[in-house]
C-alpha cells in the first residue's frame, strides 16, 4: 500500500485525493496491526484480502490515469470518489468487527461448548453425495452466543471437500457488488476480476463460474 500512497501524493490532486490518503493512511496503520497477529481468525483474514484487493484495483486505476491522454480522464474523479467510499467502508468495518488487536480478543480461539452434535449433523448435511439441490442453511441467535464461531469451525471443517469456497461478511447496508466481486476472487483466485465491473456482470459470473461446481459461500452479517 505504500507504493499506492506514493503514487496519489505525486498527482495534481482535488480535495478528494486528499482525504483518500488521509483515509488510506488509516487502513494501511490498520492492515500492518493485524498482519503481526497471530492465528487470526477469518474475519480478520477477509477483511485483510478486502482490504488488499481494494488497494491493488486502486493502484491500477492509478497507473491508467497516469498513463492516459486527457481525454481518457474525463470522470476520473467519480471514480477517485468510489474509490474514497469504500476505504472509508473497510474503516467503518474493521470497528464493526471490532479488529483492533489491542482492545479484543481476535486471534484467540473459542471452545464451542456443547456444539459438536449441531456441527456435525450440519456437516453432514451439507456434504452428502446425492443431493445436487441448492441448500441455504441460517444460523440464527441472540447476540454473543457463538454463531460466528460455528460458522468459523464449520468452514475449516469444510476445507478439502468442496472444489471452491468462499466467506464474506455483508452489513445492515450490504454493498452487493463487493461481496459478489469477494466471493469471486475467493472462489476463482487464479483469475483476477474485471474493474469495474457491473453487479449484473459480477453475478452472471459467478453462476457461470460454479454452474457445475458444488461450493459453500458462507456469509456474515454484522
Known amino acids: 500500500m505504500g507504493s499506492l500512497l506514493r503514487k496519489l501524493k505525486e498527482l495534481k490532486n482535488p480535495p478528494t485525493i486528499h482525504q483518500l490518503i488521509a483515509d488510506l493512511s488509516v487502513l494501511q496503520d490498520r492492515l500492518e496491526k493485524l498482519s503481526k497477529v497471530r492465528d487470526p481468525s477469518l474475519t480478520v483474514i477477509y477483511w485483510m484480502k478486502e482490504v488488499c484487493e481494494l488497494s491493488y484495483d ?10 492516459a491522454d486527457s481525454g481518457a480522464k474525463m470522470g476520473w474523479d467519480d471514480t477517485i470518489s468510489g474509490f474514497l467510499t469504500r476505504v472509508k467502508e473497510a474503516n467503518e468495518r474493521w ?9 479484543s480478543p481476535i486471534n484467540m480461539s473459542v471452545d464451542l461448548v456443547g456444539m459438536d452434535g449441531p456441527r456435525n449433523k450440519i456437516l453432514g448435511w451439507m456434504t452428502e453425495d446425492e443431493d445436487e439441490n441448492l441448500k441455504v442453511l441460517c444460523i440464527l441467535g441472540a447476540e454473543g452466543i457463538g454463531k460466528t464461531k460455528l460458522a468459523e469451525e ?36 487464479f483469475q483476477p ?3 469495474p465491473r457491473a453487479v449484473t456482470n459480477l453475478i452472471d459470473d459467478v453462476k457461470n463460474y460454479l454452474k457445475n461446481s458444488r461450493a459453500p459461500v458462507s456469509t456474515n452479517e454484522t
Request: one cysteine or more; hydrophobic letters at 40%; aromatic letters at 8%.
Open 95 to 103: 470497528g464493526i468487527y471490532n479488529l483492533d488487536p489491542g482492545s
Open 193 to 195: 476480476v474485471v474493474v
Open 154 to 189: 464449520l468452514w475449516r471443517e469444510l476445507e478439502g471437500k468442496f472444489e471452491c469456497r468462499a466467506f464474506v461478511h455483508t452489513g445492515k447496508k450490504p454493498d452487493i457488488r463487493m461481496i459478489l466481486r469477494n466471493i469471486l476472487s475467493q472462489v476463482r483466485p
Open 58 to 67: 486502486m493502484e491500477d486505476y492509478i497507473d491508467l490515469l497516469v498513463n
